[in-house]
């Protein structure tokens, strides 16, 4: 990168790590260094845990009034290990690519190496074409969910403003994350979102604890196998946010340190979910079957008013398969290269004002993309890299004892592909495609506000129970915005 300076190379095993300029001492150096120049293992954590879960915290609630609590905590536990698994299985990967490339004498210093670059470098142009355009529509779409989820939030801080129009404004801030050339430079960008994700999720705990039970509280989840696999298939998505795994791995000092960092990341990341789903869920119940959003049910505060979650770390992959594409990735010029980075925001501001349904898009992106992206994509290029005894008797990296060396490995790697395969793209695409097109069968597409009080609603107490867009405290046994079929 233009401004990412390096320097000296050191030799490792076989393994080539790029280690950062120390050479100025100015004011000026100092400063870019604390705060834009990030390449250490905490560097790598921020990254992860900050980008692992981010604005689905606000929808975990959600997802537990679907699932139940008991099984909303153990599907968080298990795609928490099962996603810490698939990245560590991609950095696995990223090293063996990166391994024998450079000792080809390839120089990736002016080159953010990407995952389907991975597959085209270890199996071929067929698994490139596959990993790049699955990895390239989830980040599309995650994209859109985190531009969705802003300005769902700040609707409910301040509603002078529809939803659409919040869209429009967070799409042009959106347009700024062009100059943030790569995940080298997100320390400050990393460590200001986990600090927000980390006050959000303690504020929705305690915000519920303090605000009690509603009365006549019901928790009566599962009650439909529809609304089950979609609030599955939204956690399977929290905990497969992975999909830029390799570009934070090729942003560290030492990517080989990386393997451990993801579940470290989601094992911190789990002292924030499961105390902030369970704790909205115990307070608010079957009332959050019609609020996806957990912010809509907690009142208006100053404490509610400062959880924000950042936006842009989805979209910066994009922009690198996008310069690589027009042939300006190893431009020096930062301008040129956030200029031509813009056309990428386009399409991700458009389909977040076509498609505003913040929650079930989650889960329809989780079974469909998610699915292939970061759970079995990985798991089978694994198995197929490793498939000769040549393979496995070069790997840089042997499988350790504990997790039974390439048999054991192999099998947790087929169990992965098996069950997300049947239970997260199979029942969950068929019940996030049911849901999700029941919102577009309800709302419509284009839909102003989705799931914003009417104003003869925002304007009464208590409010009435009929109308579409009713987000307050209607009868439990009603839930007009999981307007799903009986099954």
């Not at 049910?297 to 950042?310: K, N, S, V, Y």
Request: a positive charge.
């Amino acid at each position: 990168m233009g401004s990412e300076k390096v320097g000296e190379t050191v030799i490792v095993g076989n393994y080539v790590e790029m280690k950062p300029e120390d050479k100025s001492n100015g004011m000026k150096s100092k400063f870019s260094k604390l705060f834009w120049h990030g390449g250490s293992v905490y560097d790598a954590w921020f990254s992860c845990a900050s980008n692992q879960v981010a604005q689905v915290l606000l929808t975990l609630p959600y997802s537990f009034s679907q699932l139940g609590m008991l099984s909303g905590i153990l599907l968080q536990l298990f795609y928490g290990l099962l996603g810490s698994w698939t990245a560590y299985i991609i950095s696995i990967l990223y090293v063996e690519y990166r391994t024998r490339k450079e000792r080809e004498k390839v120089d990736f210093r002016n080159h953010v190496i990407q995952w389907f670059e991975v597959l085209d470098g270890l199996l071929g142009k067929h698994w490139r074409n596959v990993g790049l355009a699955f990895n390239c529509t989830f980040l599309l779409f995650g994209s859109v969910i985190q531009l969705i989820a802003c300005a769902s939030n700040i609707y409910y801080i301040n509603d002078n403003l529809d939803k659409r129009t919040w869209t429009y404004i967070f799409g042009a801030c959106c347009a700024t994350t062009v100059f943030i050339p790569s995940f080298h430079n997100y320390r400050i960008w990393s460590f200001l979102g986990l600090l927000m994700t980390t006050y959000t999720a303690w504020y929705l705990t305690v915000a519920s604890l303090l605000h009690g039970q509603v009365e006549g509280v019901r928790h009566s989840g599962p009650t439909k196998l529809v609304l089950y696999f979609t609030g599955a298939t939204n956690i399977l998505y929290t905990f497969g946010g992975h999909a830029v795994t390799v570009e934070i791995m090729h942003a560290m000092w030492k990517p080989q340190k990386f393997k451990a960092i993801y579940l470290m990341a989601t094992l911190y990341v789990m002292t924030l979910t499961l105390p902030s789903a369970a704790a909205v869920y115990w307070a608010f119940g079957d009332m959050l079957l019609d609020h996806s959003n957990a912010f809509s049910l907690l009142p208006r505060t100053p404490f509610r008013d400062m959880a924000f979650i950042t936006f842009g770390f989805a979209c910066t992959p994009l922009y690198f398969v996008w310069e690589k594409a027009i042939g300006m990735h190893e431009c020096k010029s930062l301008c040129k290269r956030a200029a031509v980075r813009l056309p990428v925001v386009i399409p991700i501001w458009f389909l977040a004002i076509i498609f505003p349904f913040f929650g079930p898009i989650n889960s329809t992106v989780g079974s469909l993309l998610v699915s292939f992206t970061v759970y079995i994509i990985p798991a089978l290029a694994y198995i197929f890299t490793f498939r000769s005894a040549t393979a496995r008797e070069n790997a840089v990296d042997q499988p350790p004892k504990y997790f039974g060396r390439w048999v054991g490995t192999f099998t947790i790697n087929v169990f992965i592909v098996v069950w997300v395969l049947i239970v997260g793209f199979g029942f969950g695409g068929w019940a996030s495609m049911i849901n999700f097109i029941d919102q577009i069968d309800t709302f419509g597409m284009f839909t102003k506000c989705y799931q914003c009080p009417a104003p003869a609603v925002a304007a009464s107490s208590p409010p009435p129970s009929h109308g579409l867009n009713a987000t307050a405290a209607a009868p439990l046994h009603h839930h007009p915005f999981n307007h799903t079929r009986s099954l």
